[in-house]
C-alpha cells in the first residue's frame, strides 16, 4: 500500500535537512530521493575543507541510513494483514482444492488465462517453507495457464488486492513425481497467495 506521506517524502525531507545544514545544494537524480548529486566536487584538492564539521557528520549519516531505513520500494518479507473475519475452516471445491479467503479484494477475479502479480509463500506439511516471493522481495507474475493445476484454479478464487490459502493435494501439485530437492513425491502443498494486479 502505498502512503501520501509515506517513505518517499521520509527521505527527500531528510535529505533537504542534511543538505541545509551542510550548506549545499542537493538535486535528486532520476527521481530517486536516494540517490543525490552535489553542485560541489567532493574530491576538490585546489579548495579543500578546514576541517570535518558537525553538519558534514550530518551528511554522511544521513546518506548511510537513507538505504536501510528510508527506502521506498521496500517490501515485507512476509504476507500482509489478514481480514479480523477471514474464516478458519476450508472450503474444497469439486476438485479436491482446499482455499479459505483471508483478505478480500476490491478489484478483478482473473480468469483461467489471466497474466497475474503475485506474492506468495510455499510450505510442505511439515511447515517447511520450499518457496517464498517474500524473501525474494520480488513479486511473480505469471499466465495462469502456465501454472500447477491447484493454482489455475485457486487464484481464480481471489479477487485483486486479496489474499488467498490454498491446500493442494498432490494431484493439483507435483504428483508423484515431486519437484526435487524441494517438493517430493505425493506432497500436499500449501501456500499462501496476495494477489496483486490481473491484466
Known amino acids: ?50 576541517k570535518f564539521s558537525k553538519a558534514s557528520l550530518v551528511l554522511v549519516l544521513a546518506f548511510a541510513i537513507l538505504p536501510m531505513g528510508c527506502n521506498p520500494s521496500a517490501r515485507s518479507s512476509s504476507p500482509g494483514p489478514e481480514d479480523p473475519d477471514a474464516p478458519t475452516e476450508f472450503t474444497t471445491t469439486d476438485s479436491g482444492l482446499k482455499y479459505r479467503i483471508l483478505r478480500k ?18 510450505w510442505l506439511d511439515s511447515g517447511r517453507e520450499f518457496d ?40 493439483l501439485g507435483y504428483g508423484v513425481m515431486g519437484s526435487p530437492p524441494e517438493i517430493p513425491p505425493n506432497a500436499t502443498l500449501h501456500f499462501k497467495v496476495e494477489l496483486h494486479d490481473v491484466r
Open 1 to 50: 500500500m502505498l502512503l501520501r506521506n509515506g517513505p518517499e517524502k521520509i527521505c527527500q525531507a531528510a535529505v533537504a535537512r542534511s543538505a541545509h545544514l551542510h550548506g549545499r545544494h542537493l538535486t535528486p537524480i532520476s527521481g530517486s530521493p536516494l540517490t543525490v548529486r552535489s553542485t560541489f566536487n567532493p574530491i576538490d584538492t585546489m579548495n579543500p575543507p578546514s
Open 132 to 171: 517464498s516471493s517474500y524473501n525474494r522481495r520480488e513479486a511473480t507474475k505469471f499466465n495462469l495457464s502456465s501454472v500447477i493445476p491447484a493454482w489455475t484454479e485457486g487464484v481464480q478464487l481471489v479477487s485483486e488486492g486479496g489474499m488467498i490459502e490454498l491446500e493442494v493435494p498432490s494431484e
Open 105 to 122: 479484494g476490491s478489484g478483478d477475479n482473473p480468469g483461467p488465462e489471466s497474466f497475474v502479480t503475485v506474492d506468495y509463500v510455499g
